[in-house]
Structures are given as C-alpha cells and as structure tokens.
C-alpha cells in the first residue's frame, strides 16, 4: 500500500510539473495586459499595408492568428517553400506574422540570400527552405531590423511584434501584448506545445537576439 500511494503521490507531482511546464489550467494564471501593468506600448511609425494598425501590432496579431490556427509541427520540405496552412514550425510563425503586415518574408530573404551567400554561410540558394531555417532569419533581422538587448529583465522594451531568437538559432518566436503579474511577456512561438501563447520565458531560454522589424531594407 505505501508504495502504490507513493507510485500515486508521484504520479499526481509529475502531472502537476508537467501542466506547469506546458501553461496548461490551472496553471497558467491570468494573463495581464500591457496597460494593466502601466507598461506603454510603443508604436511603430509604419502601417505598410495601410490597415490602419501599425507594424509592431499587425505582426503580433499575424503570430497569434497562426497560433490559434494550432498548426500541427512539421517541417518537411516543401516544394514551392510554403507549407499548407495547418502545417508549422516555429519559423512559419514568423513569416505568417510579417505577411499580416503586408511584407513578403520569403522574397525578402531569398533575394538578399542572392546577393550575399556569403554572410548567410550558404553555397547553393534553396528558396523552397532557406525562409524557414532560423539562422537565416537570424542573420536577416541582424542585418535589416533594430537589435534589442537581450539581458534578463528590463520587460518594458520587451514590445509586441519583436522578434525573440532562442539557443543560438534553434527557435524563434514573437513578443505578446499578454503577460504575468510580474510583467514578463508571452511569446507566440511552435515548438509543437499545447499553448501556442505562453509564458515561455519562465522556462529561462537562452535569448541570443531580439529584432524590431521597421520596413527599411
């Protein structure tokens, strides 16, 4: 009996660990807003579509769009580069929130690839897959977006619509306008878990870069 109660006492901390883990009820807490917690949100000076939302907003609001489509993860190659759209994987959240701003992520990308192989590490061009490596968005955002500190803490210039690269390019997501009581922001990314919206950063990810994308090439 002791030990089906322990058997049963563990079971019950692994499944508590675990819907902590993930963000899952009850666990998850309530999600705060920026103004709730006096955080200002800043407004990009670009609305490239002319929707009349700025770019910082669009592009989190194209993240959390593909985040509720809950895309199942597969990133198989794809003839023609774009997979259909139940299909994922964390880089085609970022190119689904860019394209809610009007941008075209994959010709941008796969044009400066043309014109300069050389800094993205790359022989022979692939436009069906090099939008949808991290490390190629990585050296795009580094070369055309406005880099943000990437320390700890410091949450207010954390902005919906940035643009956060995890592990030295091994994920990438997005900045929420949701966050904690504590302030720290939820990140819209796929890594194939439950909450496509979550808080993320309390897992404490590496964060090796943080873009703020504004249009200028």
């Known amino acids: 009996m002791v030990l089906i109660g322990g058997g049963v006492v563990a079971l019950g901390v692994l499944i508590g660990v675990g819907l902590w883990w993930f963000n899952l009820w009850p666990f998850r807490g309530k999600m705060y807003t920026m103004e709730e917690l006096g955080i200002s949100r800043v407004v990009a000076e670009t609305d490239f579509d002319g929707d009349g939302i700025d770019d910082y907003y669009d592009i989190m609001l194209g993240a959390r769009k593909d985040a509720e ?19 994922g994987v964390c880089t085609d959240v970022i190119w689904r929130a860019l394209e809610e701003a009007g941008y075209d992520l994959k010709a941008m990308v796969d044009a400066d690839i043309a014109k300069d192989k050389e ?86 990810p590496k964060v090796t870069g943080r873009y703020r994308w504004d249009g200028v090439l």
């Open 69 to 87: 489509r809950h895309p199942r993860y597969d990133g198989s190659y794809v003839d023609g580069g774009y997979p259909a759209e139940d299909v």
């Open 119 to 204: 800094s993205y590490g790359i022989e022979v061009a692939d436009p069906n897959i090099d939008f949808r490596r991290v490390k190629n968005l990585e050296t795009f955002f580094r070369k055309y977006a406005n880099a943000r500190s990437v320390k700890e803490g410091g949450y207010e210039d954390w902005q919906p619509g940035d643009i956060v690269v995890f592990d030295d390019g091994g994920h990438i997501g997005i900045v929420s306008d949701r966050r904690t009581k504590e302030g720290r922001p939820y990140i819209i990314h796929n890594a194939g878990q439950p909450e496509r919206e979550e808080d993320y950063l309390k897992r404490k």
